[in-house]
């Protein structure tokens, strides 16, 4: 398993989570966990997803996340599970 942090954030807007979902859906990325939230109109997600069956490597799959946030208007980081538990370890 090669577990990916998926973060999503901006103004709420249809469309956020189908975007996103039809992207990993159609590269063969499962989603593991999906949490999110609307505070104040302010729309933020964060998954865990196994990029194993992916064809595409980490950074081209960070990328073109990073593209569709801009379409839909979202910040969306993708960080690999490994370092985001070394950033965030106390």
């Given at each position: 398993m090669k577990k990916t942090?998926?973060?999503v954030v901006g103004h709420?807007?249809?469309g956020i989570?189908?975007?996103?979902?039809t992207y990993l859906a159609n590269n063969k990325?499962?989603?593991l966990d999906i949490s999110?939230?609307?505070v104040s109109g302010y729309f933020?997600?964060?998954m865990i997803v196994d990029?194993?069956?992916?064809s595409k490597d980490f950074s081209?799959?960070?990328?073109e996340l990073e593209e569709i946030g801009k379409e839909i208007g979202v910040v969306i980081k993708a960080q690999r599970e490994d370092i985001f538990d070394m950033m965030h370890r106390l």
């Amino acid at each position: 398993m090669k577990k990916t942090i998926i973060t999503v954030v901006g103004h709420d807007c249809v469309g956020i989570i189908a975007k996103v979902c039809t992207y990993l859906a159609n590269n063969k990325i499962n989603i593991l966990d999906i949490s999110q939230t609307i505070v104040s109109g302010y729309f933020n997600m964060m998954m865990i997803v196994d990029t194993i069956e992916s064809s595409k490597d980490f950074s081209q799959l960070a990328d073109e996340l990073e593209e569709i946030g801009k379409e839909i208007g979202v910040v969306i980081k993708a960080q690999r599970e490994d370092i985001f538990d070394m950033m965030h370890r106390l």
